[in-house]
Protein backbone atom coordinates (compact mmCIF):
# COMPACT_ATOMS: atom_id res chain seq x y z
CA UNK A 1 0.00 0.00 0.00
CA UNK A 2 1.21 3.66 -0.65
CA UNK A 3 2.28 5.21 2.80
CA UNK A 4 2.42 8.37 4.06
CA UNK A 5 5.84 8.36 3.76
CA UNK A 6 6.44 7.19 0.20
CA UNK A 7 4.22 10.79 -1.10
CA UNK A 8 6.61 13.51 -1.04
CA UNK A 9 6.30 17.25 0.63
CA UNK A 10 4.04 19.47 -1.31
CA UNK A 11 6.07 21.37 -3.67
CA UNK A 12 7.36 18.03 -5.36
CA UNK A 13 4.01 16.55 -5.39
CA UNK A 14 3.01 17.14 -8.95
CA UNK A 15 6.25 15.76 -10.21
CA UNK A 16 5.78 12.82 -8.00
CA UNK A 17 2.41 12.07 -9.59
CA UNK A 18 3.30 12.98 -13.12
CA UNK A 19 6.26 9.50 -12.50
CA UNK A 20 3.32 7.03 -11.29
CA UNK A 21 1.85 8.64 -14.71
CA UNK A 22 4.66 6.99 -17.04
CA UNK A 23 4.32 3.95 -15.67
CA UNK A 24 1.11 3.37 -17.49
CA UNK A 25 0.87 0.69 -20.40
CA UNK A 26 1.58 1.41 -23.90
CA UNK A 27 1.97 -0.27 -27.30
CA UNK A 28 5.18 -1.64 -28.07
CA UNK A 29 6.25 0.01 -24.62
CA UNK A 30 6.51 3.55 -26.38
CA UNK A 31 5.53 5.65 -24.30
CA UNK A 32 4.10 8.64 -26.40
CA UNK A 33 3.16 11.32 -23.70
CA UNK A 34 4.66 14.76 -22.87
CA UNK A 35 4.08 16.70 -19.64
CA UNK A 36 4.33 20.13 -18.66
CA UNK A 37 3.31 21.93 -15.00
CA UNK A 38 1.69 25.43 -15.06
CA UNK A 39 0.86 26.64 -12.36
CA UNK A 40 -1.49 24.22 -10.46
CA UNK A 41 -2.04 22.69 -13.72
CA UNK A 42 -0.78 19.33 -15.26
CA UNK A 43 -1.13 19.57 -18.94
CA UNK A 44 -0.94 15.93 -20.82
CA UNK A 45 0.19 16.02 -24.32
CA UNK A 46 0.49 13.11 -27.05
CA UNK A 47 4.41 12.83 -28.13
CA UNK A 48 3.72 11.87 -32.20
CA UNK A 49 7.27 11.50 -32.69
CA UNK A 50 6.77 8.07 -30.84
CA UNK A 51 3.63 6.84 -33.08
CA UNK A 52 3.57 3.75 -34.92
CA UNK A 53 2.54 4.51 -38.14
CA UNK A 54 2.19 1.07 -39.21
CA UNK A 55 0.11 -0.76 -36.72
CA UNK A 56 -1.71 2.32 -35.07
CA UNK A 57 -2.28 4.66 -38.39
CA UNK A 58 -4.79 6.85 -36.72
CA UNK A 59 -2.99 6.90 -33.69
CA UNK A 60 -5.93 5.41 -31.68
CA UNK A 61 -3.86 3.05 -30.06
CA UNK A 62 -1.53 6.09 -28.49
CA UNK A 63 -4.45 7.91 -27.72
CA UNK A 64 -5.60 5.50 -25.63
CA UNK A 65 -2.04 4.62 -23.95
CA UNK A 66 -1.78 8.22 -22.95
CA UNK A 67 -5.88 7.66 -21.63
CA UNK A 68 -3.73 5.08 -19.25
CA UNK A 69 -1.02 7.57 -18.39
CA UNK A 70 -4.24 10.10 -17.67
CA UNK A 71 -5.48 7.65 -15.05
CA UNK A 72 -2.75 6.75 -13.99
CA UNK A 73 -1.94 10.59 -12.92
CA UNK A 74 -5.28 10.53 -11.85
CA UNK A 75 -5.09 8.46 -9.44
CA UNK A 76 -1.65 9.42 -7.73
CA UNK A 77 -3.00 13.36 -6.94
CA UNK A 78 -6.04 12.22 -5.15
CA UNK A 79 -3.40 9.58 -3.72
CA UNK A 80 -1.52 13.08 -2.45
CA UNK A 81 -4.95 14.59 -1.42
CA UNK A 82 -5.77 16.54 -3.58
CA UNK A 83 -9.02 17.25 -5.73
CA UNK A 84 -8.78 16.67 -9.30
CA UNK A 85 -10.66 18.10 -12.27
CA UNK A 86 -9.68 16.83 -15.84
CA UNK A 87 -10.97 19.34 -18.91
CA UNK A 88 -9.89 16.76 -21.56
CA UNK A 89 -8.89 17.99 -25.06
CA UNK A 90 -9.51 21.43 -23.94
CA UNK A 91 -7.66 23.42 -27.34
CA UNK A 92 -8.90 22.55 -30.46
CA UNK A 93 -6.17 24.08 -31.90
CA UNK A 94 -3.61 22.13 -30.04
CA UNK A 95 -4.38 18.50 -30.99
CA UNK A 96 -1.45 17.19 -28.79
CA UNK A 97 -2.84 18.93 -25.65
CA UNK A 98 -4.75 16.01 -24.86
CA UNK A 99 -5.51 16.81 -21.06
CA UNK A 100 -5.65 19.60 -18.83
CA UNK A 101 -5.28 18.63 -15.05
CA UNK A 102 -6.55 21.50 -12.21
CA UNK A 103 -5.63 20.35 -8.76
CA UNK A 104 -6.48 22.09 -5.13
CA UNK A 105 -7.28 20.70 -1.47
CA UNK A 106 -8.79 18.03 -1.71
CA UNK A 107 -10.24 15.28 0.81
CA UNK A 108 -8.50 12.30 2.09
CA UNK A 109 -8.19 9.93 -0.18
CA UNK A 110 -10.59 6.75 0.10
CA UNK A 111 -9.75 3.34 0.85
CA UNK A 112 -10.51 1.88 -2.71
CA UNK A 113 -8.32 5.16 -4.16
CA UNK A 114 -5.48 4.01 -1.93
CA UNK A 115 -5.86 0.61 -3.04
CA UNK A 116 -5.74 1.18 -6.78
CA UNK A 117 -2.61 3.70 -6.64
CA UNK A 118 -0.72 1.15 -4.63
CA UNK A 119 -1.64 -1.06 -7.49
CA UNK A 120 0.50 1.44 -9.59
CA UNK A 121 3.94 0.30 -8.48
CA UNK A 122 3.11 -3.40 -9.07
CA UNK A 123 1.28 -3.53 -11.96
CA UNK A 124 2.82 -5.24 -15.10
CA UNK A 125 1.55 -7.34 -18.12
CA UNK A 126 1.60 -10.86 -17.64
CA UNK A 127 2.07 -13.07 -20.94
CA UNK A 128 2.29 -16.13 -19.55
CA UNK A 129 -0.52 -18.70 -19.95
CA UNK A 130 -3.43 -18.53 -17.04
CA UNK A 131 -4.03 -20.85 -14.23
CA UNK A 132 -7.91 -22.59 -14.96
CA UNK A 133 -9.47 -20.72 -11.58
CA UNK A 134 -12.74 -18.76 -12.45
CA UNK A 135 -12.38 -15.47 -11.97
CA UNK A 136 -15.22 -14.61 -9.53
CA UNK A 137 -18.36 -13.22 -11.33
CA UNK A 138 -18.99 -10.45 -8.44
CA UNK A 139 -15.14 -9.40 -9.17
CA UNK A 140 -15.72 -9.66 -13.26
CA UNK A 141 -19.05 -7.13 -12.03
CA UNK A 142 -16.59 -4.76 -10.36
CA UNK A 143 -14.73 -4.31 -13.83
CA UNK A 144 -17.49 -3.72 -15.71
CA UNK A 145 -18.53 -1.14 -12.87
CA UNK A 146 -14.78 0.18 -13.40
CA UNK A 147 -15.36 0.47 -17.06
CA UNK A 148 -18.39 2.14 -16.91
CA UNK A 149 -16.94 4.85 -14.65
CA UNK A 150 -14.82 6.11 -17.15
CA UNK A 151 -17.67 6.45 -19.94
CA UNK A 152 -17.06 2.66 -21.85
CA UNK A 153 -18.15 -0.41 -21.59
CA UNK A 154 -16.97 -4.05 -20.60
CA UNK A 155 -18.03 -6.93 -22.57
CA UNK A 156 -17.45 -10.56 -21.16
CA UNK A 157 -17.63 -13.21 -24.03
CA UNK A 158 -18.30 -16.35 -21.91
CA UNK A 159 -20.14 -18.24 -24.44
CA UNK A 160 -17.73 -20.95 -25.82
CA UNK A 161 -19.09 -20.03 -29.05
CA UNK A 162 -17.94 -16.66 -28.89
CA UNK A 163 -14.55 -17.40 -27.36
CA UNK A 164 -13.95 -19.71 -30.42
CA UNK A 165 -14.99 -17.27 -32.93
CA UNK A 166 -12.49 -14.59 -31.07
CA UNK A 167 -9.63 -16.84 -31.86
CA UNK A 168 -10.23 -17.29 -35.29
CA UNK A 169 -10.21 -13.60 -35.70
CA UNK A 170 -6.92 -13.76 -33.47
CA UNK A 171 -5.29 -15.85 -35.42
CA UNK A 172 -6.66 -14.33 -38.99
CA UNK A 173 -4.89 -10.95 -37.86
CA UNK A 174 -1.78 -12.73 -36.93
CA UNK A 175 -1.21 -14.03 -40.31
CA UNK A 176 -2.32 -10.55 -41.62
CA UNK A 177 0.04 -8.30 -39.19
CA UNK A 178 2.92 -11.08 -39.85
CA UNK A 179 2.77 -10.96 -43.72
CA UNK A 180 3.43 -7.35 -43.83
CA UNK A 181 6.90 -6.75 -44.20
CA UNK A 182 6.05 -2.58 -42.97
CA UNK A 183 4.58 -4.28 -39.84
CA UNK A 184 7.27 -6.27 -39.14
CA UNK A 185 10.02 -3.54 -39.40
CA UNK A 186 8.11 -1.35 -37.33
CA UNK A 187 7.97 -3.68 -34.41
CA UNK A 188 11.62 -4.67 -34.87
CA UNK A 189 12.71 -1.18 -34.43
CA UNK A 190 11.12 -1.35 -31.05
CA UNK A 191 12.66 -4.98 -29.51
CA UNK A 192 15.19 -4.52 -27.17
CA UNK A 193 17.72 -6.92 -26.26
CA UNK A 194 17.44 -8.19 -22.66
CA UNK A 195 20.40 -5.80 -21.27
CA UNK A 196 20.14 -2.86 -23.62
CA UNK A 197 20.48 0.60 -21.66
CA UNK A 198 17.13 1.29 -23.28
CA UNK A 199 14.23 2.90 -20.87
CA UNK A 200 11.17 2.15 -23.74
CA UNK A 201 10.52 -0.76 -26.15
CA UNK A 202 9.85 -4.32 -25.92
CA UNK A 203 12.61 -6.54 -24.09
CA UNK A 204 13.20 -10.16 -24.66
CA UNK A 205 12.52 -10.95 -21.08
CA UNK A 206 8.91 -9.67 -21.34
CA UNK A 207 8.21 -12.86 -23.75
CA UNK A 208 10.79 -15.14 -22.00
CA UNK A 209 13.41 -14.83 -24.17
CA UNK A 210 16.62 -15.12 -22.54
CA UNK A 211 19.90 -13.09 -23.12
CA UNK A 212 21.54 -14.67 -25.62
CA UNK A 213 18.03 -14.76 -28.30
CA UNK A 214 17.21 -10.82 -27.18
CA UNK A 215 20.42 -10.03 -29.36
CA UNK A 216 18.84 -11.59 -32.58
CA UNK A 217 15.28 -11.09 -31.67
CA UNK A 218 14.72 -7.45 -33.68
CA UNK A 219 16.73 -9.42 -36.87
CA UNK A 220 14.36 -12.67 -36.77
CA UNK A 221 11.05 -10.30 -36.97
CA UNK A 222 12.08 -8.49 -39.57
CA UNK A 223 13.21 -11.32 -41.79
CA UNK A 224 10.85 -14.30 -40.80
CA UNK A 225 6.91 -14.25 -41.31
CA UNK A 226 6.29 -15.53 -37.76
CA UNK A 227 2.38 -15.49 -38.57
CA UNK A 228 1.51 -18.93 -37.72
CA UNK A 229 3.58 -19.54 -34.77
CA UNK A 230 2.32 -16.08 -33.25
CA UNK A 231 -1.85 -17.85 -34.43
CA UNK A 232 -1.02 -20.89 -32.72
CA UNK A 233 0.95 -18.65 -29.69
CA UNK A 234 -2.07 -16.65 -28.97
CA UNK A 235 -4.94 -19.17 -29.78
CA UNK A 236 -3.17 -21.14 -26.86
CA UNK A 237 -3.03 -18.35 -24.66
CA UNK A 238 -6.59 -17.09 -24.95
CA UNK A 239 -7.80 -20.71 -24.38
CA UNK A 240 -5.93 -20.85 -21.21
CA UNK A 241 -7.36 -17.49 -19.98
CA UNK A 242 -11.16 -17.98 -17.80
CA UNK A 243 -12.07 -14.73 -18.96
CA UNK A 244 -11.83 -12.91 -22.39
CA UNK A 245 -13.22 -9.14 -22.31
CA UNK A 246 -13.65 -6.14 -24.73
CA UNK A 247 -13.29 -2.50 -23.72
CA UNK A 248 -15.38 -0.45 -25.90
CA UNK A 249 -16.77 2.69 -26.49
CA UNK A 250 -19.73 4.35 -28.27
CA UNK A 251 -17.59 7.30 -30.46
CA UNK A 252 -14.36 6.57 -32.15
CA UNK A 253 -12.50 9.35 -32.24
CA UNK A 254 -9.71 11.08 -29.80
CA UNK A 255 -11.86 11.53 -26.94
CA UNK A 256 -13.75 8.00 -26.96
CA UNK A 257 -10.11 6.95 -26.79
CA UNK A 258 -8.72 8.78 -24.15
CA UNK A 259 -11.74 7.34 -21.98
CA UNK A 260 -10.68 3.83 -23.43
CA UNK A 261 -7.27 4.51 -22.07
CA UNK A 262 -8.42 5.77 -18.51
CA UNK A 263 -11.08 2.51 -18.49
CA UNK A 264 -8.47 -0.28 -19.18
CA UNK A 265 -5.80 1.80 -16.40
CA UNK A 266 -8.58 1.53 -14.14
CA UNK A 267 -9.38 -1.93 -15.06
CA UNK A 268 -5.49 -2.76 -14.48
CA UNK A 269 -5.06 -1.70 -11.39
CA UNK A 270 -8.26 -2.80 -9.92
CA UNK A 271 -6.96 -6.41 -11.00
CA UNK A 272 -3.44 -5.63 -9.57
CA UNK A 273 -5.02 -4.51 -6.46
CA UNK A 274 -7.17 -8.42 -6.27
CA UNK A 275 -4.06 -10.58 -7.46
CA UNK A 276 -5.37 -10.49 -11.32
CA UNK A 277 -3.19 -10.73 -14.04
CA UNK A 278 -4.15 -8.86 -17.29
CA UNK A 279 -2.76 -9.48 -20.90
CA UNK A 280 -3.69 -8.26 -24.33
CA UNK A 281 -4.76 -9.63 -27.84
CA UNK A 282 -5.58 -6.53 -29.40
CA UNK A 283 -4.68 -8.07 -33.16
CA UNK A 284 -8.04 -7.76 -34.12
CA UNK A 285 -8.97 -4.44 -33.29
CA UNK A 286 -5.62 -3.32 -34.92
CA UNK A 287 -7.07 -4.86 -38.45
CA UNK A 288 -9.52 -2.95 -39.69
CA UNK A 289 -11.67 -5.89 -41.49
CA UNK A 290 -11.31 -7.49 -38.31
CA UNK A 291 -12.12 -4.86 -36.18
CA UNK A 292 -16.43 -4.43 -36.72
CA UNK A 293 -16.36 -8.69 -36.37
CA UNK A 294 -15.54 -7.92 -32.75
CA UNK A 295 -17.88 -5.44 -32.37
CA UNK A 296 -20.82 -7.82 -33.71
CA UNK A 297 -19.15 -10.51 -31.50
CA UNK A 298 -19.83 -8.42 -28.44
CA UNK A 299 -23.13 -7.35 -29.38
CA UNK A 300 -22.64 -4.08 -28.34
CA UNK A 301 -23.05 -0.78 -30.16
CA UNK A 302 -20.30 1.26 -30.96
CA UNK A 303 -16.71 0.55 -31.45
CA UNK A 304 -14.45 -2.01 -29.80
CA UNK A 305 -11.12 -0.59 -28.44
CA UNK A 306 -9.29 -3.82 -26.46
CA UNK A 307 -9.23 -7.52 -25.98
CA UNK A 308 -8.42 -8.39 -23.13
CA UNK A 309 -7.11 -11.76 -21.40
CA UNK A 310 -7.27 -11.97 -17.36
CA UNK A 311 -7.06 -14.73 -14.73
CA UNK A 312 -4.72 -16.00 -12.19
CA UNK A 313 -1.06 -16.65 -12.68
CA UNK A 314 2.31 -15.63 -12.59
CA UNK A 315 2.79 -11.79 -12.13
CA UNK A 316 4.58 -10.31 -15.30
CA UNK A 317 8.53 -8.83 -15.47
CA UNK A 318 8.49 -4.77 -14.84
CA UNK A 319 9.56 -3.19 -18.06
CA UNK A 320 11.64 0.73 -17.91
CA UNK A 321 10.31 3.79 -18.19
CA UNK A 322 11.83 6.87 -19.75
CA UNK A 323 12.98 9.17 -17.15
CA UNK A 324 10.86 11.86 -15.92
CA UNK A 325 12.83 14.91 -17.45
CA UNK A 326 12.69 13.31 -20.93
CA UNK A 327 8.89 13.56 -20.16
CA UNK A 328 8.30 16.69 -18.14
CA UNK A 329 8.84 20.31 -20.04
Not at 92 to 99: R, S
Not at 272 to 279: D, F, H, P, Q
Amino acid sequence: MTTPETIPPTGDKLAWAIAQAVRAPSSHNTQPWRFRIHGDAIELFADRTRALPVADPDQRELTISCGAALFHLRTALRICGFDVEVDRLPDHTHPDLLARVTVRAGPEPTEDERALGAAIATRATSRVPYLGVTVPDDLVDRLRRDVEAEDAWFAPLPEESQRVRLVAMIMEADHLQWESHPFRRELARWMRANDSPARDGIFGYAFGIDNVESHFAAMAVRLMDRGAHEAVEHAHLADASPLLAVIGTEGDWALPWLRAGEALARVLLRAESESLRVAYLNQPVEVPVLRGAVGELTGRAGSPQLILRIGYGAQGPATPRRALSEVLG
